[in-house]
């Protein structure tokens, strides 16, 4: 079985900082990760994923993720903060044979502070 | 190039009442899966349909059946609504034959059930 764990329910980050949300997994087999994000009112957004090549990937609006197989650890980064990065973040795991079911982790609400 | 669409995108039902949720894939794409979201909490996977046919099924009832139509358009019923249905519906395509093709995912349809 494989699970997802996102630590901390909410992050306040202040404009410039860096961001880092925390994500763990449990999965029998190598996984594929993912990191999605939500705005207010819609659906989710792809902004990276790991499928077993590098294992520092580069997403979408200057976000990054690094897997460490070790740590059973997928964290999201973004070096400076800006007010649009405030939204829910998912980190999500799939196992190879079942691409498109993906076990969401609870989510970590972001908020940017001026 | 349209995106994934869903509708309605708000309804009200009773407690009871059976429910039809639709979701038209991103243009290309062959399959479908559909997600619960409660209040709060992560997406929950329901099922996932290809070629017209149920492929994986998450942790839901009976109650929850879906179906795919020629054109890979998809439905998801409800029956028996329960107060704890209510929740936010997504909708995700995909393209199977592509690897890691990444799921692409509808606004969804926020349903009550009172």
């Known amino acids: 079985a494989q699970s997802v764990t996102q630590l901390g329910s909410h992050v306040s980050v202040s404009e410039g900082a860096l961001v880092l949300l925390r994500c763990n997994y449990s999965?029998?087999?190598?996984?594929?990760l993912f990191w999605y994000v939500q705005y207010p009112n819609q659906g989710l957004q792809l902004l990276l994923k790991?499928?077993?090549?590098?294992?520092l990937v580069k997403g979408i609006n200057g976000f990054e993720a690094e897997f460490k197989k070790s740590e059973t650890s997928f964290h999201l980064t973004k070096p400076s903060a800006h007010m649009s990065d405030a939204a829910e973040y998912f980190c999500?795991?799939?196992?190879?044979?079942?691409?498109?079911?993906?076990?969401f982790g609870a989510g970590t609400q972001v908020v940017v502070t001026p | 190039d349209a995106g994934v669409t869903q509708s309605p995108t708000h309804l009200i039902k009773t407690r009871g009442q059976q429910v039809t949720l639709r979701c038209s894939p991103k243009s290309g794409h062959d399959t479908v899966s559909w997600y619960q979201q409660a209040l709060g909490q992560g997406p929950q996977f329901i099922f996932q349909?290809?070629?017209?046919?149920?492929?994986q099924r998450g942790n839901f009832p009976d109650r929850f059946s879906g179906h795919q139509f020629p054109n890979y358009s998809s439905e998801l019923n409800v029956n028996a609504l329960l107060l704890g249905d209510s929740a936010l519906y997504l909708c995700?395509?995909?393209?199977?034959?592509?690897?890691?093709?990444?799921?692409?995912f509808g606004n969804g349809t926020r349903l009550t059930v009172t």
């Open positions: 790991y499928t077993s090549a590098a294992t």
């Open positions: 999500a795991v799939s196992e190879k044979a079942s691409w498109g079911k993906l076990q």
């Open positions: 995700a395509s995909s393209l199977r034959g592509l690897n890691n093709s990444p799921l692409h």
């Open positions: 999965s029998s087999v190598p996984p594929y």
């Open positions: 349909y290809y070629e017209e046919e149920e492929r």
